[in-house]
């Protein structure tokens, strides 16, 4: 039930204090929580791009719904998805998970000539759209462990991708910017949604059973 508790805790963070900073050993257990997060085909189609520096910040935040957010949190996060899937990816991905199981290379092809067919009549767009939702499960991860640590959190959709895009050179990297994740401690004077309490929808209406 921790973990439960500590999402009653959590919630999107709406002012941070720019005094507070996260310990290192802190911000890399949220990077291994995203980089452990399971994806389609164990592919991990994303990257996740640590924003710390100031300079930085201030270049990002004409991109931002809530620039003072962006400037004043200690990192944050952006989840960045893959343009395209390539038959090269999907080999050196499986390479990767055959050497490290001490697996004669080529043990997965009949999986993966299988997934690389599937994608083959897939588009770039619809690369991009899978990718993209295999980020947000290293979001969640994310989001999950900073609540254990008791580290304030914001996810954000609402930002100028293209912005984000260019400042961090993602498409020279085959990547697009999906989410940000602002992280840090909290400043309870000005972070109106802190005291407030925690609202969804009641279990039995958001839970269904079919018969």
Not at 122 to 148: K, M, P, V, W
Request: proline share 4%.
């Amino acid at each position: 039930m921790s973990l439960l508790k500590d999402f009653e805790w959590r919630h999107a963070a709406k002012a941070y204090d720019p005094t507070k900073k996260i310990s290192q050993e802190d911000l890399n257990s949220i990077l291994e929580a995203a980089r452990l997060a399971p994806t389609s085909s164990g592919m991990q189609p994303f990257r996740v791009l640590v924003i710390e520096n100031q300079e930085l910040k201030e270049k990002l935040k004409a991109g931002s719904l809530n620039p003072d957010c962006m400037v004043d949190c200690s990192h944050i996060l952006v989840f960045a998805a893959w343009t395209d899937y390539t038959n090269e990816k999907v080999d050196e991905m499986y390479n990767k998970i055959s050497d490290e199981r001490d697996q004669p290379r080529g043990r997965y092809d009949r999986y993966t000539d299988r997934l690389k067919e599937h994608l083959s009549n897939q588009t770039r767009e619809e690369h991009h759209i899978l990718a993209s939702r295999q980020s947000y499960l290293g979001l969640g991860f994310a989001l999950a462990q900073a609540a254990t640590l008791r580290i304030d959190s914001t996810p954000a959709e609402g930002f100028d991708h293209d912005l984000i895009d260019e400042v961090l050179n993602l498409k020279e990297m085959g990547l697009k910017s999906v989410t940000l994740l602002y992280l840090g401690y909290s400043d309870a004077e000005r972070d109106w949604l802190k005291p407030m309490k925690k609202v969804r929808t009641d279990f039995n209406d958001f839970v269904i059973y079919p018969q």
